[in-house]
């Protein structure tokens, strides 16, 4: 069975100071991992994906398999970023798309 | 394009009841995916419909059941609701089955509460 562990429920940072929201899984497959994010009163929403290796609004994250873990980074942390984050998982080798979530962590970033 | 949207916002029903909430998808999306969010956790998966077949169940009852329409609308049905039932229930739907390219599109929720 796969799991997704976000260790911190609540992390808080400065404006322009250095965000990383942990993520870690366990799964004995190959996974394909998302972040997904909810601002306050938006519903949830695709933030960024691994195979995409892109960068969304300055976040980037590495699926690092060793480690099992795809923590979300940004260098420089904005007010606009506060928001619930989730990290989720998907398997790959089957026909379905189920999402595994964590439990999510919410960040709030001060001005 | 519209998007995902559900039906009623909240309820509150009593604990033995039955419940019907739902879905309408994305236009052109014939996957449907429904999500149960306790207070504080993630959503967790309850199950998923493909062109009007059930494909995938998560970890819950029978009493969780599901629909999917030919316009790909679907509804999702609780029976004999019990008091931790109460969550906030999300649907989310996307273009086709199994392409981790294709997002999955989320609608607002619909709040439960059981008393």
Not at chain 1, 60 to 68: S, V, Y
Not at chain 1, 83 to 102: P, V
Request: aromatic content about 12%.
């Amino acid at each position: 069975a796969q799991r997704v562990t976000q260790p911190e429920k609540l992390l808080s940072v400065f404006k322009g100071a250095p965000v990383e929201l942990k993520c870690n899984y366990s799964y004995s497959g190959s996974p394909e991992l998302f972040w997904y994010v909810q601002y306050s009163r938006q519903r949830l929403q695709l933030l960024l994906r691994h195979i995409s290796r892109e960068s969304i609004k300055g976040f980037t994250a590495d699926l690092n398999k060793g480690e099992t873990s795809f923590h979300l980074k940004k260098p420089f942390a904005q007010e606009e970023d506060s928001a619930m984050y989730y990290c989720a998982l998907s398997r790959s080798e089957t026909s379905g798309s189920r999402l595994t979530f964590g439990e999510g962590t919410q960040l709030t970033v001060n001005p | 394009e519209t998007g995902v949207t559900q039906s009623p916002t909240h309820l509150i029903k009593t604990r033995g009841q039955q419940v019907t909430l739902r879905c309408s998808s994305q236009s052109g999306h014939n996957t449907v995916s429904w999500y149960q969010q306790a207070l504080g956790q993630g959503p967790q998966f309850i199950f998923q419909y493909y062109r009007e077949e059930e494909n995938g169940r998560g970890n819950f009852p029978p009493r969780f059941s599901g629909l999917q329409f030919p316009n790909y609308s679907s509804e999702l049905n609780v029976n004999a609701l019990e008091l931790d039932d109460s969550a906030l229930y999300l649907c989310a739907s996307s273009l086709d089955l199994g392409q981790p390219l294709y997002e999955q599109y989320f609608g607002p929720g619909t709040r439960l509460t059981v008393t």
